[in-house]
């Protein structure tokens, strides 16, 4: 971030999306660095935004929510299903989106937001 916000230009639309997960909506004891981590990039979100607005850069954290990306075997899977109102896991492709629209001019005005996109899932 350091790095992008010194060759940054200081035209608006430069973009910084983090990306959390769902520690601040559940206990997670046996991942505490994990969560230590993610929980450091979902505080800094709001003051890495005010610090960077003046030089044109939105910047944002995504929660993704619970993504199918192959670490968990297939009793995992169904048994979470359950949590989910859609039937399924979240997919690359449902961040991918959220991010695209985060890099677009249509999402200039937001910036120093953690967006839980977790499909409704329950916890």
């Not at 997670?28 to 979902?42: E, F, I, N, T, W």
Request: charge should be negative.
């Amino acid at each position: 971030m350091r790095a992008f916000a010194a060759q940054h230009d200081w035209r608006e639309g430069g973009r910084i999306v983090l990306f959390s997960s769902g520690q601040h909506l559940g206990p997670m004891p046996a991942k505490l660095p994990y969560v230590a981590s993610k929980g450091a990039l979902h505080q800094l979100t709001s003051s890495l935004a005010d610090h960077l607005s003046g030089r044109g850069i939105t910047v944002n954290c995504v929660d993704p929510g619970p993504t199918d990306t192959g670490y968990l075997d297939d009793e995992a899977i169904a048994a979470a299903l359950e949590r989910f109102p859609a039937g399924r896991w979240g997919s690359a492709e449902d961040a991918a989106r959220l991010v695209g629209w985060l890099l677009c001019d249509d999402a200039r005005w937001i910036t120093g937001q953690v967006i839980n996109s977790e499909g409704g899932f329950r916890r």
